[in-house]
């Protein structure tokens, strides 16, 4: 990419801006779960085509695609995920959630405008000889929607994929680079206990299935530190329990409900079973017995060298080195980009959001980012995928 486009880049970008702060806030006023992005991608597909992309609708589920450029040419995507949290915001921003209880409270409002951003700079002055094609996904935080459009296509014919995440660790105007792997494996945990009722004052006579969930869950951060290997990081985390009917009755069921994660892939094809051996154990040794259920949500994001080496390029160039940070360690977060990354290399980029007060955390109802990151997202974001037209034309 060379000096000249990119002042040209961010001229364009300055005219568009203001129009894409107040789509930023609109979507942020009236977020959608994930698999309902209907409004969403509706209002996506409208922008898409007034800027004279060819444009895909319902394509998994709720998701758009969007295509400019030579047909028959090499192509390059980006994907950005647009669904929210059912999480009650609690920010008093003057655009807050008008939906109770939903919030996009991940970034994902800003990765969508981020996505139109780019597809406007694009539009100005269509690729030539390559093609890029824009994803437009739903339903990440359930880990789906990935699938659903890796199912439907979505990934067929691309030679490379860029994502971006919103990290609030980082300042606003600055992003994070890491080369290899940048999320963790991540599954679904569900644990059924079963014991047996009786009466409160009288504990003996039953096999109290809230004290076998209580061992379950305790005893397994306890294996973790002795049973597994200490230089592979393991998480195991319970979000909810369920059970009981009564303060003075002993409950016969109780129902868990968690997360697991770990950074080696063989490692994380292990844990099942490892788990499920574990809780059957405790259980057995209370009197009770166990269910245990597993679903594999995400594999680990693995993020392509030489695609990673375009974009620092790219970055350092829009922001300076200052701005560009490594990322020193894999985080423990899981991401279904994963699975886009199954059929085709690709880079997820971390956007920092945090403004001078700092920011609250990821899927926290005071999330609040920083607005200044969508320009910065932006301009990486298309600078790369230019700068990989540029190279590929000139093999």
């Known amino acids: 990419m060379t000096t000249t486009s990119s002042v040209s880049l961010c001229d364009l970008l300055e005219q568009d801006l203001p129009e894409l702060l107040e789509l930023r806030r609109h979507l942020h006023a009236h977020p959608e779960l994930s698999g309902e992005e209907h409004q969403t991608a509706a209002l996506v597909s409208g922008e898409l085509r007034r800027l004279g ?43 807050s959630s008008k939906r109770l209880g ?71 105007g600055s992003v994070g680079i890491r080369r290899g792997c940048l999320t963790a494996a991540a599954g679904e945990l569900e644990i059924q206990i079963r014991g047996e009722g009786g009466h409160g004052a009288r504990p003996h006579q039953a096999v109290d299935a809230v004290w076998m969930a209580a061992r379950v869950v305790t005893e397994l951060q306890q294996s973790i530190a002795r049973r597994l290997d200490a230089l592979q990081p393991v998480v195991v985390s319970f979000g909810k329990v369920e059970g009981g009917k009564a303060f003075n009755v002993i409950a016969d069921q109780v129902r868990l409900l968690g997360t697991v994660r770990c950074l080696d892939l063989e490692q994380h094809d292990q844990l099942p079973a490892w ?63 994963a699975e886009l990354l199954r059929d085709v290399p690709g880079m997820m980029v971390r956007l920092g959001v945090a403004g001078p007060q700092g920011c609250a955390p990821l899927h926290n109802g005071q999330f609040a980012l920083d607005e200044r990151a969508l320009a910065v997202g932006i301009n990486v974001l298309a600078s790369t995928l230019l700068a990989w037209i540029a190279d590929r034309r000139d093999r």
């Not at 589920?61 to 929210?84: C, I, K, N, S």
């Not at 002055?125 to 659903?148: C, D, Y």
């Open 53 to 95: 992309w060819r444009v895909q609708e319902g394509v998994g589920r709720t998701g758009v695609l969007a295509e400019l450029g030579a047909v028959d040419g090499p192509m390059v995507g980006l994907r950005v995920d647009m669904d929210a949290l059912p999480i009650e915001e609690k920010t008093g921003l003057a655009y």
């Open 102 to 172: 939903v919030m996009h409270a991940c970034g994902h409002d800003l990765h969508t405008c981020i996505g139109l951003g780019v597809a406007r700079l694009l539009a100005a002055s269509p690729p030539q000889g390559a093609r890029v094609r824009l994803l437009f996904q739903p339903a990440e935080e359930l880990a789906q929607g990935a699938v659903w459009m890796r199912d439907a296509g979505a990934v067929e014919g691309l030679e490379a994929l860029y994502g971006v995440h919103v990290v609030p660790n980082l300042p606003a």
């Open 275 to 337: 788990i499920d051996e574990t809780v059957q154990a405790i259980c057995a040794s209370c009197g009770g017995s166990a269910e245990v259920n597993y679903r594999t949500i995400a594999p680990p994001v693995q993020n392509d060298r030489s695609l990673t080496d375009l974009l620092e390029r790219c970055a350092i160039q829009c922001l300076g080195r200052d701005q560009v940070h490594p990322v020193e360690q894999p985080s423990l977060g899981a991401e279904d980009f």
